[in-house]
């Protein structure tokens, strides 16, 4: 009779190693399979190659990142969060330290380290890795995983597997969709992929052009559903936006950490079929009536000043040239000219600068994959299959997506921990 269990781990990304290092830590004969020719090749792109582990944010803030799918994540958090995270990494030499926004980065700076014990942490605990060892096939009898067929045909025993293969973005790290496929031919459901934390594209390519490079802070971001008649519709985001953000202005539309966090919405309304407008409030710390009392003071103290020269005390000087020629002012005439309800629409612009939204730069430029194996479909508890017997789901293969800041993360190192918990007695 066996003594141990022999568990098949899918991926060595961030779910996949941790949940090698708790498969064989709870006795399982662990072998983890990853198709590169190393492991956690996204770990070490994350963050800008710092890695964002995690945030500091408490539990209830913390599940508002995921949005609707956030309460799925509740037990999991309970069990394995953030203070147990980051003790195994302290176990391993990764000091950590808390970045603005809440977000804890290794205090080295560097993301390799973070993989690197990882990588310590399943080895030492005897977990066994193979490169070049692409999946093809999770083989089931009778409703039960009994192992997996190598992408070469050789398959291999299994009590039980965890797919932990990652999303479809970030390609060059081998995040390219297999385990949807592969779970899709098990009979689960999958939630439509689209892109999340994504650029998003614009109907105003010229503009967008022109303002290439432009970087602004301290604004806000509304996305609209604009009205025949009556009030625009708003879009709300995916998850809580914080307070004001940065932007950035791209050769195809805007992008920047506020645009990214609500572009999954502007990509869903687009998918809809609705028409999407992007409003920009460049001056968020100002009313309407105080930026008018602003531009009327300018004018009456430089009155032969033209209208780009004067918003460059306001805006950066692209930007500033922009609005000009958007204005129905235009560049050229001086601002003792400008009449009240010029002034007032100039305001407006200031207040409500919009942009058509076309879509977003593919699933493959996305930082995160949304969409993904349906949830209902999984215990939110050990994160089994409910559909294969001893067929485990964790990381981004699944239904989850977060808003940036560490919360991608938390939830693969969660959900992979549970898994090879559960997968491992």
Request: aromatic letters at 6%.
């Amino acid at each position: 009779m066996k003594s141990r269990r022999e568990v098949i781990v899918i991926g060595a990304g961030a779910a996949g190693l941790i949940a090698a290092g708790r498969a064989a830590e709870l006795g399982a004969r662990a072998l983890l399979l990853e198709k590169m020719e190393e492991a956690g090749k996204k770990i070490l792109v994350s963050g800008q190659e710092r890695c964002n582990i995690t945030n500091a944010a408490p539990l209830e803030t913390f599940l508002t990142a995921y949005g609707h799918n956030g309460a799925f994540l509740r037990n999991a958090f309970h069990r394995f969060f953030r203070e147990e995270l980051l003790a195994l990494l302290q176990h391993y030499g990764v000091e950590t330290q808390v970045e603005r926004g809440g977000r804890l980065f290794p205090a080295s700076g560097r993301a390799a380290d973070v993989r690197d014990a990882l990588l310590r942490y399943a080895t030492e605990r005897g977990a066994v890795i193979r490169y070049r060892a692409a999946v093809q096939q999770i083989l089931v009898d009778q409703g039960n995983v009994t192992g997996v067929r190598m992408a070469g045909g050789e398959t291999l025993a299994a009590d039980a597997v965890i797919l932990a293969t990652g999303g479809a973005s970030w390609t060059s790290t081998g995040s390219t969709g297999d385990g949807y496929i592969i779970a899709r031919d098990l009979g689960h459901s999958l939630v439509p992929l689209r892109p999340a934390l994504v650029p998003l594209t614009v109907a105003e390519k010229a503009r967008a052009k022109a303002l290439q490079g432009v970087s602004l802070r301290n604004v806000t971001c509304t996305l609209l559903e604009p009205a025949v008649t009556g009030k625009d519709k708003v879009i709300p985001p995916p998850w809580p936006l914080p307070p004001t953000g940065e932007v950035l202005f791209t050769h195809f539309g805007i992008s920047g950490p506020l645009v990214l966090s609500l572009s999954l919405a502007a990509v869903d309304a687009v998918r809809a079929g609705k028409t999407v407008m992007l409003a920009l409030d460049l001056k968020p710390g100002m009313r309407h009536e105080e930026i008018c009392a602003r531009l009327q003071r300018e004018f009456e103290q430089t009155p032969q000043r033209k209208l780009p020269h004067l918003l460059r005390g306001w805006v950066p000087s692209t930007l500033a040239d922009e609005l000009a020629k958007l204005s129905p002012i235009g560049a050229e005439r001086p601002v003792h000219t400008i009449r009240a309800e010029e002034r007032d629409g100039l305001a407006l612009l200031l207040k409500n600068f919009r942009w058509r939204i076309t879509g977003a730069l593919p699933l493959a430029a996305g930082m995160v994959t949304a969409g993904g194996i349906a949830l209902k479909e999984v215990d939110p508890i050990s994160f089994a299959s409910r559909l294969i017997a001893g067929l485990y789901l964790a990381g981004e293969v699944l239904d989850i997506a977060a808003d940036t800041g560490g919360y991608n993360l938390q939830a693969a190192f969660s959900t992979g921990y549970l898994a090879a918990t559960a997968a491992a007695k």
